[in-house]
């Protein structure tokens, strides 16, 4: 093959590219995503849509704005070309947050009064008072209207950035009354409006930002628009086979196996019950440019939301970590007001929907994929106990070793090293819950099954790791004041009078007990003693 021919067949793929323009003109490959596009602009008018990062959020928006000026030659070959007849062009007001970080209140300010300078310049509107974000908006959509005859598509994309980017500061709360007065003509504007569609990671109560928005449909757990953004196992299937098949010769493994481990890696999005699961694009797109199984969310976007939050609520990693239980409203509507941590950790995707209980509307979320869990455990290790980042691999695997090898004297002394004092960022009340939900952490990094609060008779057991011949039960206490030998006694009983090890009495495995004492006082781990 000459090597012309061999760049003619060279496919590419779309990794960081956020312009549907851009991204046809390079030829790059595109899964088709039009036929929902079109079901959108046709059934209904005011949309919100919530998706974590790195899941071509700004794409669809991007898509959408070139759709709906008119820009048939984009479509040619897509679902949308076959489906719509007219191709009329309309006026669209295309708004992104994404581009600023918006920890001051003063660079929203400025940003609004670009963007409406901008679009007042744009289509020859007068600017009125350049404070009054809400009636700048309000004349605008109006002028436009007026002046071409045609309603206004409005795309917002990165919506609650300026609140994700303040969580928790003092210009949060400004930042929420700005975007207030700035959205607030979307409702009272309606008959100006041929299209609104406002993305963002997080939904944030409208009576917080959209003030009386309630005519929006969120779309966000609706079965029709699962697939909407990520890739389906079927895509990958019908997009992706030559990158599956060059995947696989470069790792040494057949199809199957790449295809397995793929979905292992990153697969598993559910953003609603009962259908196929999404892949991140994202992710899937860096593995085949790089033909190796790496973790490309993390390395991108940097979880700052999720370490805000958890700074500020307190850590119970045993509720995130073994499948936590939900309804629809604990994790789909973030309250600035309200402890609950839920809505922030699955909005911004370090959980997803695994199961639902129709009768009862519950909904059981966790982790989407390895790749996450390994990030998400690893950022809170790094970020809650004392193991320096260029030592973390090295940390583990010791810890791996010490396991195999039944060493309960190394094992537990990598714990008591690991949170040798209570950090700054956790209240002395919350220690037990601290000391608890680190030590889970670290016996889950090392991949072998690790459960805490497994449900026994009598009780339920703090932490059981199991490997392929041990089965280590452990039980936590805090001293509270009273001997070390005494509490330590305590929870050895306590293993044996609850029946914590009856449900592994068959498996021919040794069975290694074992109680750790943890200071009351914030000073780590007293101590432990193995039976």
């Known amino acids: 093959m000459c ?54 959020k700004s794409l669809l928006i991007s898509t959408m704005e070139a759709y709906f000026l008119g820009k048939k030659e984009l479509f040619a070959g897509l679902a ?61 959509l109006e002028e436009i209207y007026r002046k071409t005859g045609k309603q206004v598509v409005i795309l917002i994309d990165e919506y609650d950035k300026p609140i994700l980017d303040a969580l928790y500061s003092d210009c ?45 449909n969120d779309i966000s757990l609706s079965e029709d628009f699962s697939s909407i953004c990520g890739i389906t196992e079927s895509e990958l299937e019908e997009y992706f086979k030559p990158e599956i098949e060059a995947l696989s010769l470069k790792r040494k493994i057949n199809y199957e196996e790449t295809k397995s481990r793929l979905a292992k890696m990153y697969d598993g999005y559910h953003f609603a019950h009962d259908v196929e699961g999404v892949y991140n694009p994202f992710c899937l797109l860096k593995c085949f440019y790089f033909k190796d199984f790496g973790s490309y969310w993390f390395e991108t976007a940097t979880p700052t939301v999720l370490i805000k939050t958890l700074q500020n609520q307190p850590l119970v990693l045993s509720s995130l970590v073994n499948g936590r239980k939900a309804r629809e409203n604990d994790f789909m509507n973030y309250d600035p007001d309200s402890k609950n941590m839920l809505p922030v950790i699955y909005q911004s995707g370090y959980l997803t929907i695994k199961g639902f209980s129709e009768p009862r509307r519950i909904y059981t979320l966790d982790f989407p994929n390895m790749e996450i869990e390994s990030g998400f455990l690893n950022v809170l290790l790094k970020k809650f106990a004392k193991v320096p980042d260029d030592d973390m ?6 810890l791996c070793d ?31 819950n601290y000391y608890e939900s680190v030590t889970h952490l670290m016996f889950r990094l090392t991949g072998f099954n690790v459960v805490s609060e497994l449900q026994s008779v009598c009780g339920r057991s703090d932490v059981i790791l199991n490997t392929a011949d041990t089965v280590f039960i452990l039980e936590l206490k805090m001293d509270k004041g009273q001997p070390f030998e005494e509490v330590a006694d305590q929870g050895l009983r306590q293993i044996d009078e609850n029946g914590y090890s009856q449900r592994f009495a068959v498996s021919g495995k040794t069975m290694l007990k074992i109680c750790a004492v943890f200071s009351s006082e914030g000073k780590g781990m007293l101590g432990w003693k193995v039976k």
């Open 3 to 56: 090597y012309t021919e061999h760049m003619e067949k060279k496919r590419l793929l779309p990794i960081g590219i956020q312009t549907f323009e851009d991204l046809r003109e390079r030829d790059c490959i595109y899964v088709d995503k039009t036929a929902m596009i079109y079901k959108l602009a046709t059934e209904g008018k005011p949309y919100f849509l919530s998706r974590p990062c790195r899941f071509g």
């Open 80 to 140: 949308l070309e076959r489906l719509e007849q007219d191709w009329t062009e309309y006026p669209v007001l295309k708004i992104s947050f994404g581009g600023n970080s918006f920890e001051r209140t003063e660079t929203l300010i400025s940003h609004i009064n670009i963007l409406l300078s901008d679009f007042e310049k744009k289509h020859d509107v007068a600017p009125i008072d350049k404070d009054n974000f809400g009636g700048r908006f309000a004349v605008l």
């Open 172 to 216: 949060e709360e400004q930042n929420r009354q700005i975007l207030r007065a700035f959205y607030s003509p979307l409702k009272d504007s309606d008959q100006y409006i041929k299209f609104l569609f406002i993305t963002g990671i997080t939904k944030v109560s409208h009576v917080n930002i959209f003030s009386g928005l309630n005519q929006l």
């Open 393 to 398: 691999g090295l940390a583990i695997d010791n």
């Open 402 to 432: 010490a396991i195999e090898a039944r060493d309960t004297d190394k094992m537990l002394g990598m714990i008591q090293a690991a949170i040798a004092d209570l950090p700054t960022i956790v209240k002395k009340d919350m220690c037990e």
